[in-house]
């Protein structure tokens, strides 16, 4: 009996503490809720916080950017803060020209600097400096560049399209791996590796070749910089411009005739300068081997091709900003003399107050050659030849632009002319990311290249963008 009575009385002590952790079990899971609950708040709240950081940075380097831009207009200095960003050509800053050329700085009494200030060694690199151990001094970007050619199988027996031996058919034009960047705080380096779809004697290959292979020095007394090797030549508004970052699908045609399909691309040295102005005025003068066999063809320093370029740039504040340039060349073709090329461009942007990105653009280029040629009886005759282009182009959204070009030349080597309307849509889903849908209409009519005929393409385009990528031009 006794035994009994403890075994119940030891049942109920038992039951008894179950009940009594109940609710204290009850409660931990109630409060374990409470904390997730307010774990998730204040995760929420941080990528808030962070967001908020990343945009208010990203105002501040605009709003210095638009800064440094209206004081260089208003002093004739140009901004020396040319940092490679991952920044393809539509996101590029439509406030001032770009330069890597840095200013003498203006004398303490308010006048043109004095012989001393102008020779002294300039700032070095301020990207050098904010460099951290073990990190690499030089940036590296993949490009990709793909381009269709559709039309009329017509066009494509008379090889009479804008990418010839292409019609009808989609292909790489352009995969470029670049690497550059400091050398050390005074010079700068860049090289860039390309591949592409080429067509030559019938045969389409595909080839590997070193586009560009550069040093600049960037400190040189009285303002000026030294670039060294093999380059794009600075001749024109669009001759320095990759074929991915061109404003349309192709170049004008005024271009792809006077200096061949592939522009100038020349081995040998720039020199640039930014005079000590009340404005801003930049000018260079370069001397090549003279590869390219439509204005030159000696390939060497005995016969060089001599380039010139001078650049102005005005802000027009709330109006938007233009730049005006005009541009020579002159080289030597065996056998036939010496040849002579001028160019006058001009390119406005209107940026509204708060955005981005330019709304409109309107630019232009005018091209005169000058070169003697041997005709079919064996004659030698001057020609002169002319030709230009323009366009006009809108951006009222961000990741949406359209506009048309037009284009008018004349041959170098044989008479007659061609004409060209092409309008074309842009979509960029992303800053490293473009597609565009272009129509272009050719008329050969006046023309013995072609046998007087015409052309209608539809041409598309689809451009990325792997890693860093340097800011372009205004």
Do not use: C
Not at 66 to 94: D, H, M, N, R, Y
Not at 114 to 129: H, I, K, Q
Not at 209 to 219: D, G, K, M, V
Not at 341 to 350: M, R, V
């Amino acid at each position: 009996m006794h035994r009994q009575v403890v075994r119940s009385g030891l049942i109920v002590l038992i039951l008894g503490a179950l009940f009594s952790l109940a609710p204290a079990t009850s409660g931990a899971a109630t409060e374990l809720e409470v904390l997730r609950e307010d774990l998730r708040q204040t995760q929420e709240q941080f990528q808030k916080l962070f967001d908020l950081q990343q945009q208010t940075q990203r105002k501040m380097e605009e709003l210095q950017q638009k800064l440094e831009a209206i004081q260089a207009a208003q002093s004739g200095t140009p901004s020396t803060a040319t940092v490679p960003t991952a920044q393809p050509a539509a996101s590029a800053s439509a406030s001032s020209p770009q330069t890597t050329a840095q200013a003498p700085a203006p004398a303490s009494g308010g006048g043109l600097p004095s012989a001393l200030e102008l020779a002294r060694p300039r700032e070095p690199f301020a990207l050098y400096r904010e460099r951290g151990p073990g990190q690499l001094l030089f940036d590296m970007g993949v490009v990709g560049d793909f381009v269709g050619d559709f039309t009329t199988s017509r066009v494509e027996k008379a090889q009479a399209g804008t990418f010839t031996g292409f019609e009808n058919r989609f292909f790489p034009r352009e995969v470029e791996v670049s690497f550059f960047g400091q050398i050390d705080p005074y010079a700068r380096g860049e090289v860039r590796v390309e591949a592409g779809e080429e067509f030559d004697n019938g045969q389409r290959t595909t080839t590997l070749s070193l586009a560009e292979a550069n040093l600049t020095l960037q400190t040189l007394p009285f303002g000026t910089q030294l670039k060294l090797g093999q380059m794009r030549n600075r001749f024109g508004l669009t001759n320095e411009t990759h074929e991915h970052d061109l404003a349309q699908t192709d170049r004008p045609d005024v271009m792809r005739r006077f200096l061949g399909d592939e522009g100038l691309v020349e081995k040998g040295a720039e020199i640039t300068w930014i005079a000590p102005l009340p404005f801003y005025l930049e000018g260079l003068a370069g001397i090549f081997n003279g590869d390219n066999d439509v204005i030159a063809g000696a390939g060497r320093f005995s016969a060089p091709l001599v380039t010139s370029r001078l650049r102005t740039f005005v802000e027009m504040e709330r109006f938007g900003a233009i730049q005006f340039g005009v541009s020579a060349a002159t080289g030597q073709i065996p056998d036939e003399g010496r040849t002579a090329l001028l160019g006058f461009d001009a390119k406005y942007k209107y940026t509204p107050e708060g955005w981005h990105h330019a709304v409109l653009t309107l630019a232009g280029e005018a091209l005169y050659f000058n070169r003697k040629a041997t005709t079919e009886d064996g004659d030698r005759r001057t020609r002169e030849r002319y030709g230009w282009y323009t366009y006009a182009e809108v951006r009222p959204w961000e990741r949406w632009a359209g506009g048309v070009r037009f284009d008018w030349t004349q041959f170098p080597d044989t008479p007659g002319h061609e004409w060209a309307l092409g309008p074309y849509v842009t979509f960029m889903p992303s800053e490293f990311l473009r597609f565009r849908l272009g129509y272009k209409y050719t008329d050969y009519s006046s023309a013995t290249t072609f046998g007087g005929t015409n052309a209608s393409e539809v041409l598309l385009q689809a451009s990325f963008i792997l890693g860093a990528h340097p800011s372009h031009p205004f």
